[in-house]
T-cell receptor, first 116, second 109 residues
Framework: ETGVTQTPRHLVMGMTNKKSLKCEQH?????MYWYKQSAKKPLELMFV???????ENNSVPSRFSPECPNSSHLFLHLHTLQPEDSALYLC???????????????FGEGSRLTVL | GQQLNQSPQSMFIQEGEDVSMNCTSS?????WLWYKQDPGEGPVLLIALYKAGELTSNGRLTAQFGITRKDSFLNISASIPSDVGIYFCAGPSNYQLIWGAGTKLIIKP
């Protein structure tokens, strides 16, 4: 099993659809993250969960709804998205939570989302 | 907010050439990180720098933490085809990572 696994790898959805992205980490880490990656732009942090508790929500629109049922799983629920939400969504985990944060993140392969 | 400016945005090089890229900021960072993203993959940490002036190597990669703590450099010697990808600099700030926009490395056939 790879360290951080994301499914699906590719997703095409209409603006009225509801879909979910899934992330699972097998590294025993305490913190998990959702990032949005658009071409030629810095990675945008969306959400942070530390020991299953959401500690960061970077002004993300409510059409993105995260869920973290345990320290190993993270979901991103998608509802009524816009075409500009098309991007690569990356999940990451880190060994340390907020305490002792070193910036070392372990990323999944990403879910490529296309909104029509 | 804090920003990291990476240059160049992209590089076209011949196999075997050395590569240099840098990252600058208007504010101080106490840690500099360099990540690489292969096509179709997520970013992977290459090198972490924790001390101003520090020079750290990882195989053919060498990175330096600028003495002013406002910049960092990454050099790749004798590039090979598997070096293609996007290189990101990043720095922790308030328990978040600030990212550069990346330098895309392309090797000419």
């Amino acid at each position: 099993e790879t360290g951080v696994t994301q499914t699906p790898r590719h997703l095409v959805m209409g603006m009225t659809n509801k879909k979910s992205l899934k992330c699972e980490q097998h590294l025993g880490h305490n913190a998990m993250y959702w990032y949005k990656q658009s071409a030629k732009k810095p990675l945008e942090l969306m959400f942070v969960y530390n020991f299953k508790e959401q500690t960061e929500n970077n002004s993300v629109p409510s059409r993105f709804s995260p869920e973290c049922p345990n320290s190993s799983h993270l979901f991103l629920h998608l509802h009524t998205l816009q075409p500009e939400d098309s991007a690569l969504y990356l999940c990451a985990s880190s060994p340390a939570g907020l305490a002792g944060y070193t910036g070392e993140l372990f990323f999944g392969e990403g879910s490529r989302l296309t909104v029509l | 907010g804090q920003q990291l400016n990476q240059s160049p945005q992209s590089m076209f090089i011949q196999e075997g050439e050395d590569v240099s890229m840098n990252c600058t900021s208007s504010s101080i960072f106490n840690t500099w990180l360099w990540y690489k993203q292969d096509p179709g993959e997520g970013p992977v940490l290459l090198i972490a720098l924790y001390k101003a002036g520090e020079l750290t190597s990882n195989g053919r990669l060498t990175a330096q933490f600028g003495i002013t703590r406002k910049d960092s450099f990454l050099n790749i010697s004798a590039s090979i085809p598997s070096d293609v990808g996007i290189y990101f600099c990043a720095g922790p700030s308030n328990y978040q990572l600030i990212w550069g926009a990346g330098t895309k490395l392309i090797i000419k056939p």
